[in-house]
């Protein structure tokens, strides 16, 4: 039996999105796992230590009830969340350039006719890509919950595919932000409700591996007659919080793939193509 191929450029649904998105991550499972392992996951783990330092070493030091510390550990603390976020989003570009040069290959080459080697030469400078993708989109989003919260969300799901047109278009960042915002407004609301589905399901996964740390917390605070800070919580706490952030950040390969899916539905629906095998999945 022909091993299954998933064709990404086809008319879908809201629902068929979701399931042919799970479908490629299952069939695909072990080579993109054997990417984000090799040029991944390291950065993963020192990402995961970072928030281990940030909230055991640096939040545990603020004291709301001194005020005259408080001013004195501001600057240092605004330091390391700035330093930390932009970690964060050196990974996030990290992971999606690495899964973005994998469809990339395998929309352009075909299942099993390439290697990671011939993904290799690519992913650095898809990483790049994203890198830039992503400060410009953070800009934006954040100027838009200034103005009102409401237009930062508008603008977040707006240039949600901002990533995907950018890497495998590659004609230019203004392009990207224009496509994305027409792409996208041609069905805002089904984008909306893939990135909210996203969202949740990474918050669900996290939530569910964080309840031993979440139930330690509240009986050290909650049932105890004095405050314990959190640098006097047992070691277990923090491992369990470090694994929380690993995963939760290796989860956004999710939310990229329906973002990738759901831009080549609506780049079909835009550009219809003639296609004799019109199956998502074919044996």
Request: net charge neutral; proline share 3%.
């Amino acid at each position: 039996m022909e091993q299954k191929e998933i064709q990404f450029r086809k008319k879908r649904e809201l629902g068929v999105i979701i399931s042919d998105s799970f479908e490629f991550l299952k069939l695909e499972i072990k080579p993109i796992s054997r990417l984000i392992l090799i040029y991944v996951l390291p950065f993963v783990v020192l990402y995961a230590f970072g928030q281990v330092y940030l909230q055991r070493n640096v939040l545990s030091a603020i004291d709301l009830t001194d005020q005259e510390k408080l001013m004195a550990n501001i600057g240092p603390f605004y330091l390391n969340m700035f330093l930390f976020l932009f970690f964060g989003l050196f990974i996030q570009s990290l992971l999606v350039g690495t899964y973005y040069s994998y469809i990339e290959a395998y929309l352009k080459l075909g299942k099993g006719n390439f290697n990671l080697s011939d993904i290799s030469a690519k992913f650095f400078a898809n990483s790049l890509l994203a890198m830039g993708a992503n400060l410009v989109f953070a800009v934006i989003v954040f100027f838009g919950i200034i103005m009102c919260f409401l237009p930062g969300i508008y603008f977040a799901n707006t240039f949600s595919l901002l990533l995907i047109i950018f890497i495998y278009e590659k004609k230019g960042l203004g392009d990207a932000l224009s496509r994305s915002w027409k792409l996208v407004n041609t069905q805002w609301w089904n984008t909306l409700i893939l990135n909210l589905l996203a969202i949740v399901m990474i918050w669900a996964v996290s939530m569910l591996i964080s309840i031993p740390t979440m139930v330690m917390g509240i009986s050290k605070n909650l049932f105890s007659s004095e405050f314990t800070n959190p640098v006097d919580y047992p070691q277990w706490y923090w491992i369990v919080t470090g694994i929380t952030a690993a995963v939760s950040t290796l989860l956004m390969i999710i939310p990229f793939t329906f973002q990738a899916f759901q831009y080549f539905n609506l780049e079909e629906r835009e550009n219809p193509t003639i296609n004799l095998n019109d199956n998502s999945i074919t044996e």
